[in-house]
């Protein structure tokens, strides 16, 4: 038996039969774990020994969402602003261990703690947290609000004649908190998640003194690209990630690969189907005694004449006048706008063609799948909250798929911080290949 990093006894043997379990080759373990591929050829030949990292990933993956998170995970991370916790469904995916949550919405919590319920307390206002009250860990996560930020106290600043930095213009902030946070614990990494216009606000300003508090200030070596998660799920969703490491370990967001946004999945892949198993709240409708429940949405998401005349009307108005609002109306073999947290208004970014009848929203089902909190049809993450809350939910989250992604190229990098010693690899890029859509999915 040889020693993984930590003292972790795995052999050479024994990781070839857990990479077998999972279904996967060496080209997809090296894509699941983060590690390239001739990395994995050395450690099942015995030339190297199998990073505890890739080991726990690997046995998480085989143990299934519903098992817990191993104790010796390879890394840890704090979720802020963690919503319903798309950032951390990522990150765990990779092997890290959740230790700090913080939420200020109740809803929301009561949406997070249904997924991840034998856990830690979610702190709410993260402006009353001490950081001292913050665990230390390896990596910071936080999909944080975007607020204008206020010149007045630099212009009071100037007018001492005190000399201030990039943190002093974003006190008041929310991202003030994620900085006061980083400069406290110092953690190896970090992830940050934005609207793609926060590089456009207040002509680029907002950006540069985000990035200037995070380089100027606090040190860190920080590298932001847009990712639009169309590759991953079956909607255009732009978002701007922004990462940054303690040491420079070479992370360059321009260098690394992205599924093409224009050969990912289909609506069709995220619908609800008649083969899958009837859930009543979305796929039974109040009159369907009598018929195959399983391929009957409730009408409740069918327009009613009134709001489909609405919309209808509202679009004409706005073509005549050369604008382009108006309505997303779509069939199962396309690609959805990004859906908002203003979808519970009227569903009109996303609205699924029927036949003889007007249009559907999606239910909070099919959002789960569009967002990717559910990855099959067979997990289905728990909804404890109203239809109007869980629009505004998943319209508030991030892509799952797309996070799980950065963290996978991220993986290397935090373990080089914390593992100086050993040597890594640039991950093998992703596969090419998208998810199947269903059969005869319900439009």
């Given amino acids: 038996m040889s020693q993984g990093t930590g003292g972790f006894a795995v052999d050479a043997e024994e990781f070839q039969t857990l990479r077998e379990l999972n279904g996967l080759s060496i080209d997809e373990a090296a894509h699941v774990v983060g590690f390239g591929s001739r990395t994995i050829r050395r450690w099942e030949n015995g030339q190297a020994k199998p990073q505890k990292a890739a080991v726990e990933v690997l046995k998480y993956r085989l143990e299934g969402r519903k098992a817990s998170i191993p104790e010796a995970a390879a890394f840890t991370f704090i979720d802020l602003f963690a919503g319903i916790g798309g950032m951390r469904r990522g990150f765990e995916a990779v092997g890290g261990r959740c230790i700090f949550t913080s939420e200020w919405d109740e809803y929301a919590q009561r949406t997070y703690r249904a997924n991840f319920p034998d856990d830690h307390e ?26 204008p930020f206020s010149i007045a106290g630099v212009s009071k600043l100037n007018s001492l004649g ?13 991202f003030f908190e994620v900085l006061r946070i980083l400069k406290a614990r110092r953690p190896a990494a970090f992830l940050l998640e934005n609207v793609k216009n926060l ?15 995070l380089r100027d200030d606090l040190g860190y070596h920080v590298s932001a690209h ?13 978002r701007i990630f922004i990462v940054g490491f303690r040491e420079d370990t070479g992370f360059d967001f321009g260098k690394l690969e992205f599924r093409d946004p224009k050969a990912g999945p289909s609506l069709e892949s995220i619908l609800h189907s008649p083969d899958e198993e009837p859930e009543s709240h979305f796929t039974l409708s109040a009159d369907a005694e009598g018929a195959n429940a399983s391929s009957v949405l ?16 509202y679009a004409a108005k706005h073509k005549a006048a050369g604008n382009g609002f108006g309505f997303g109306l ?8 990004t859906l908002s947290a203003r979808y519970y208004k009227d569903g009109s970014e996303i609205l699924i063609k029927q036949s003889g009848s007007n249009p559907r929203r999606l239910t909070p089902r099919e959002c789960a799948r569009l967002m990717g909190f559910d990855p099959d049809r067979e997990t289905r993450m728990e909804i404890p909250v109203s ?5 505004k939910q998943f319209g508030n989250a991030v892509a ?18 914390k593992d100086p010693g050993e040597l890594f690899e640039a991950p093998t890029p992703p596969p090419t290949s998208v998810p199947e859509a269903a059969p005869h999915a319900i439009a």
């Fill in 122 to 147: 979610i702190a709410g206002d993260i402006t009353q947290v001490d950081a001292d009250d913050i665990p230390e860990h390896d990596v910071l996560l936080a999909g944080f609000p975007c607020q």
């Fill in 400 to 417: 799952v798929p797309v996070v799980a992604e950065v963290a996978r190229y991220m993986l290397p990098h935090i373990m080089r911080i």
């Fill in 330 to 337: 779509n069939t199962p073999d396309m690609r959805s706008r």
């Fill in 298 to 313: 409730n009408t409740k998401y069918t327009l009613s004449d009134k709001l489909w005349n609405y919309l209808q009307a």
């Fill in 199 to 213: 590089k456009s606000h207040n002509k680029g300003d907002t950006f540069e003194t985000i990035l200037g508090a």
């Fill in 162 to 174: 005190r000399e201030h930095g990039f943190m002093n213009k974003t006190q008041g902030t929310l």
């Fill in 226 to 238: 847009v990712v639009d998660a169309a590759g991953y799920v079956p909607q255009h969703r732009e």
């Fill in 387 to 391: 239809d109007t809350r869980a629009y």
